[in-house]
T-cell receptor, first 115, second 113 residues
Framework: NAGVMQNPRHLVRRRGQEARLRCSPM?????VYWYRQLPEEGLKFMVY????????ESGMPKERFSAEFPKEGPSILRIQQVVRGDSAAYFCASSQFGGTNSEQYFGPGTRLTVT | KQEVTQIPAALSVPEGENLVLNCSFT??????LQWFRQDPGKGLTSLLLIQSSQREQTSGRLNASLDKSSGRSTLYIAASQPGDSATYLCAVVNNNAGNMLTFGGGTRLMVKP
C-alpha cells in the first residue's frame, strides 16, 4: 500500500517561472492538505481540499498561489512567477475522512529552490 | 490564534537515556494532538495521535501524554537509541478550525552512541 506520493522531490526554478507540485494521496483517501516549511521555520498550513473542492485556503498567500484536486489525478499546488522567498519544502498530507479526528499522513515533500 | 511551542529546541543525550520532550499550546480547545518524527530532508512520520478525551497513548518505547486543560503534552522516549535521532514535532487540530494542523517548531534530538 503506497503512501502519499509527491513529485518532483526537488524542483529548481528561476525567478518568474511557474512551479507545479503534485501530490497523490494514499489509496482510499479523498482529503488532501498542503503545508509549507520555510528554512529554519516550522510547518505552516496552506490549504485543505477534497475532490473538486477547496475546503479551507486560509493559509494560502493571496497572490500567485493556487491549488486544485480534480476528480481524476493528483492534487496540484501551483506557484506562478516564483520569487526567492518561495524557496521551501512543500509537504502534502492526506486523510481518509474529513472529520477533525482523522489522522493525516504526510508525503516526502517537494523541495523548491528559486534561483 | 493557536500557538504551539516546543521546548527544548535541541537536545543531545547519550544512548540509553530516558528523555522527555515538551509541547505546549495556548488554546486548549483542541480536537487532538499528534506527535511526528522528521528525519533530515525527509517527510513526517506520525508517531502517536491523542484524542482530546484521552490522557495518553503508547507505542513501543514511546509514550505521549496530554493535559488539555493546562495546554501541555509530553513525549517520553525510553531507552533512547542513536536511531531515534531526528526532529520531533507536535501539532494540534483546533475546534472550529477545520482540519488543519498547527505545528510547533520542533525539538532536534541527537542520541550519541
Amino acid at each position: 500500500n503506497a503512501g502519499v506520493m509527491q513529485n518532483p522531490r526537488h524542483l529548481v526554478r528561476r525567478r518568474g517561472q511557474e512551479a507545479r507540485l503534485r501530490c497523490s494521496p494514499m489509496k482510499g483517501h479523498s482529503h488532501v492538505y498542503w503545508y509549507r516549511q520555510l528554512p529554519e521555520e516550522g510547518l505552516k498550513f496552506m490549504v485543505y481540499l477534497q475532490k473538486e473542492n477547496i475546503i479551507d485556503e486560509s493559509g494560502m498567500p493571496k497572490e500567485r498561489f493556487s491549488a486544485e484536486f480534480p476528480k481524476e489525478g493528483p492534487s496540484i499546488l501551483r506557484i506562478q512567477q516564483v520569487v526567492r522567498g518561495d524557496s521551501a519544502a512543500y509537504f502534502c498530507a492526506s486523510s481518509q475522512f474529513g472529520g477533525t479526528n482523522s489522522e493525516q499522513y504526510f508525503g516526502p515533500g517537494t523541495r523548491l529552490t528559486v534561483t | 490564534k493557536q500557538e504551539v511551542t516546543q521546548i527544548p529546541a535541541a537536545l543531545s543525550v547519550p544512548e540509553g537515556e530516558n528523555l522527555v520532550l515538551n509541547c505546549s499550546f495556548t488554546d486548549s480547545a483542541i480536537y487532538n494532538l499528534q506527535w511526528f518524527r522528521q528525519d533530515p530532508g525527509k517527510g513526517l512520520t506520525s508517531l502517536l495521535l491523542i484524542q482530546s478525551s484521552q490522557r495518553e497513548q503508547t507505542s513501543g518505547r514511546l509514550n505521549a501524554s496530554l493535559d488539555k486543560s493546562s495546554g501541555r503534552s509530553t513525549l517520553y522516549i525510553a531507552a533512547s537509541q542513536p536511531g531515534d535521532s531526528a526532529t520531533y514535532l507536535c501539532a494540534v487540530v483546533n475546534n472550529n478550525a477545520g482540519n488543519m494542523l498547527t505545528f510547533g517548531g520542533g525539538t532536534r534530538l541527537m542520541v550519541k552512541p
